[in-house]
């Protein structure tokens, strides 16, 4: 039997220990985590705890592990989105591989350091876009490619992110301010901004985007509602919203894992009382916006149309591909896809192909074990060109989005041409 690939940790969060860590614990043929940097102490025992690590492989700092000689030939680097620069930089000049979070950074410039940096070294690095990884994308892509719906003319992709997943993260959590992660269009949709260029398959042209922060606003807070929840709010019975009733019952896995590493009533209880998960998603400081639209027209003069939305009612993405032949439709969550193909006659009937693929057991529709097999099986190749081929359509999938959130701020239509070269040195 092969060896795993061993692999150090930068970051026991939630990704870390959750996702990263859980697929090593469940593959031990594919993934074993022999380092831990993580300055939680809380955190990392319980990450060294679970994997074994012993005491003189646990670190306070990515910049005190970094510091060693390489232990192992991966890096899994799922620290916080504004550390993964510095830490990415210094994981590939250190000699490893990398398995990195997205955003590969909160900066185009960081992006393309990253990549650039990649090459001169010839390291993998695998960017986690889980989605690329799932049944459901891989069906859509390959259907796309072999023309099922001939020419792909306009691209409607649609991210529903549902109204508690918002306020989670993107009003009480870790994604509410630029200055602490970036824009939405960056930390929740550089998957969508990076699966229409791996789907459309060539390069943006021009760029434009609408959106704001239109409703998690102090205006809109229940008359007389206080700074937390639980001190006596006159909406408690009826906010959807209202912390206690989203993080104080039964489920304690995701999103309620992320309030408390101890998952006790109490202990939840407590963190609502003092931490940032209890408060008012009307008065909290949130500043990124919660719906936002991307027009994007590409150089193969496929058009796309994507809408994110923070308030929707249940958690999906959809896609909706016309052609010249056909249509394809899909729903992510559904794990269907449809495919209606144009035929003779006026008012005809059209001939409908559905497609059902198998959704993995990892979250993102399986698509989070499936980045990790891909990194583990480039690394054990040590197969640099698929990785560097993989890794530039990543890098323009997030200065897409970076370009799309700087026309959001300007109201210009960017020439992503011109957007992108302003970062090549
Ligand atoms: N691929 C996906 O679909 C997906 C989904 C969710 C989150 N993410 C990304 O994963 C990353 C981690 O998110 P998370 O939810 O686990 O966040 P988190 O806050 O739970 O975890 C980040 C961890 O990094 C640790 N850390 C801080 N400074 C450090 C240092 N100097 N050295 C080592 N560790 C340090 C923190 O203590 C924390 O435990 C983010 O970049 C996020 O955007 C990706």
């Not at 590939?92 to 990253?114: N, Q, S």
């Not at 021009?206 to 509602?225: L, Q």
């Not at 991307?294 to 308030?311: D, Y």
Request: net charge neutral.
């Amino acid at each position: 039997m092969m060896k795993p690939v061993e692999a150090v940790l930068l970051g026991a969060g939630q990704r870390g220990r959750e996702a990263f860590g859980a697929f090593a614990l469940r593959h031990p043929h594919l993934m074993k985590f022999v380092a831990v940097a993580e300055p939680n102490e809380e955190r990392r025992r319980a990450f060294a705890a679970d994997h074994g690590i012993p005491p003189e492989r646990q670190f306070a700092s990515w910049q005190d592990l970094l510091a060693r000689p390489p232990l192992a030939p991966l890096c899994v680097n799922s620290t916080m989105d504004r550390t993964h620069v510095e830490s990415s930089l210094g994981a590939l000049a250190a000699g490893y591989h990398l398995l990195l979070e997205k955003p590969m950074a909160h900066t185009p410039e960081g992006c393309v350091a990253i990549a650039r940096e990649a090459r001169r070294r010839r390291r993998i690095v695998q960017v986690v876009h889980p989605l690329r990884y799932t049944a459901f994308y891989a069906r859509a892509k390959e259907l796309l490619d072999r023309g099922a719906i001939g020419q792909p003319l306009v691209m409607t992709l649609t991210e529903n992110v549902a109204y508690w997943h918002f306020a989670h993260s993107f009003v009480r959590g870790n994604w509410r301010r630029y200055d602490e992660s970036g824009p939405l269009v960056l930390t929740k949709t550089c998957h969508d901004m990076d699966l229409a260029t791996w789907l459309v398959g060539a390069t943006p042209r021009r760029v434009s985007s609408v959106g704001e922060r239109r409703f998690f606003r102090e205006e809109n807070a229940p008359k007389g509602a206080p700074l937390r929840c639980h001190e006596g709010c006159p909406a408690e019975a009826t906010c959807p919203f209202y912390a206690p009733a989203m993080y104080l019952g039964e489920c304690t896995e995701w999103p309620v894992s992320v309030i408390s590493l101890d998952k006790s009533f109490e202990a939840r209880r407590k963190a609502l009382e003092q931490g940032p998960y209890g408060r008012c998603v009307f008065r909290c400081d949130n500043d990124v916006v919660d719906h936002q639209i991307v027009c994007v027209e590409f150089e193969n003069g496929t058009m796309l149309n994507f809408t994110v939305a923070g308030c929707t009612a249940h958690f999906y993405r959809s896609l909706r591909v016309v052609g010249g032949e056909g249509e394809l439709h899909g729903h992510f969550e559904r794990n269907e896809l449809r495919i209606e193909r144009f035929v003779q006659g006026v008012w005809p009937e059209i001939p409908t192909e559905t497609h059902r693929v198998s959704a993995g057991t990892s979250a993102h529709g399986g698509g989070d074990w499936g980045v990790m097999r891909n990194c583990v099986r480039l690394v054990r190749e040590e197969n640099f060109d698929e990785a560097d081929r993989s890794l530039q359509i990543a890098v323009a999938g997030h200065l897409l989005a970076f370009a799309a959130e700087e026309a959001r701020r300007s109201g210009a239509v960017l020439d992503f041409k011109a957007y992108a070269g302003r970062f090549e040195s």
